[in-house]
């Protein structure tokens, strides 16, 4: 058994060898801490150094420095969008409730009971009515909010959440119906997920803003954001079916002779053998669709819908914050980062779990 200094001084010994252990490589490595040099240290200076961090305006941001005051002053807006500042607690108590419910999803095997599992099963499929009925309003006092005055970062993360929790399921009866025995099944399967991926998502943000209304009913209207989520839950889970499906042809034949074997129905070999075998394969590349479809809502700005990067977009048509937008695009690339790589990191601990 190695000791920790054994074990560290092979880590750096390979360190070495990686930075200097030929001509190109030294070169390469001095190059590359040049370019450090020359960059990190005018990077911290402006964004901490040199910074302005305390003001109510932008006459406050009298240094060289990043203008940190544009967050404070915007917050609000960066985060809700325009949606009543005396009704945020009620998106305040959805996120809350809904991390308490992330937290009990990703830890459910430590839950003992049967009573346990099940009221996390009742709280998971009755959490989104309840999430939109605090949002919304409408009952027990709770003043109406249009779905016009949402935005923000909260309004990021509905299309976003909404999009993934739909798109998942969709996309795996897709990507089972593509695989089906029935001609018509497998045909309509094939047919939608490629006329889904065969245009661009700005096109179907179009389509469903634009487009949808004309063909409805004199009178019948229906929500802008009802329109948006549909059309990106049906976009990606034409991409999740073909993730989905790459999954199933990897699984041998013999995983489905054996199911057949056993007497299992075909949902129950399904369920039971074939799929999380499958999904545990394309667990990257599932996690890659989801994390792009977090990054593509910013689309929704296009049509009118002012999202997380939306705001900071608006914002640069007020002429006292225009020059300090950048501090904006700054705070919204790293909060996409954050949640990006939250995601990524988890896909690699789900990746090292046993399928069954």
Request: some cysteine.
């Amino acid at each position: 058994m190695k000791t920790p200094f054994i074990h560290n001084k092979n880590r750096y010994q390979q360190l070495y060898k990686a930075l200097f252990g030929s001509t190109i490589n030294t070169v390469l490595t001095i190059i590359s801490l040049y370019f450090l040099y020359l960059t990190i240290p005018p990077i911290i200076n402006w964004t901490i150094i040199e910074a302005n961090w305390l003001g109510s305006n932008a006459s406050d941001c009298t240094n060289d420095g990043a203008c940190w005051v544009y967050i404070s002053v915007w917050w609000q807006q960066l985060l809700f969008g325009q949606y009543p500042s005396e009704q945020i607690w009620r998106l305040v108590l959805c996120s809350g409730l809904f991390i308490v419910l992330l937290i009990a999803l990703i830890f459910h095997k430590h839950l003992c009971t049967p009573l346990q599992k099940r009221l996390l099963l009742i709280s998971t499929l009755f959490y989104p009515v309840i999430a939109f009925a605090l949002m919304y309003g409408g009952f027990l006092g709770l003043p109406i909010v249009e779905t016009r005055f949402w935005g923000g970062l909260f309004l990021t993360l509905v299309i976003a959440v909404v999009g993934i929790v739909t798109s998942f399921p969709l996309g795996l009866l897709l990507a089972l119906g593509r695989q089906s025995t029935l001609k018509i099944i497998r045909l309509f399967c094939i047919g939608f997920i490629e006329l889904w991926r065969g245009v661009p998502l700005i096109t179907v943000l179009f389509m469903a803003s634009v487009m949808f209304p004309l063909f409805m009913p004199q009178g019948v209207n229906v929500d802008s954001l009802l329109r948006v989520l549909v059309g990106v839950s049906l976009f990606a889970a034409a991409y999740m079916a073909e993730i989905i499906r790459g999954g199933l042809q990897a699984i041998p034949k013999g995983q489905y002779e054996a199911a057949k074997a056993t007497g299992l129905s075909y949902w129950q070999s399904m369920f039971i053998i074939i799929l999380p075998q499958a999904i545990t394969l394309v667990i990257p590349g599932i996690v890659s669709a989801f994390i792009s479809l977090i990054k593509e809502t910013t689309l929704v700005y296009i049509i009118g819908m002012f999202d997380f990067l939306g705001i900071v977009q608006f914002t640069a048509s007020n002429s006292e914050w225009i020059r300090y937008t950048k501090e904006g695009y700054i705070f919204v690339g790293l909060i996409f980062w954050v949640i990006c790589y939250s995601l990524s990191r988890y896909s690699r601990t789900l990746e090292k779990k046993p399928s069954h």
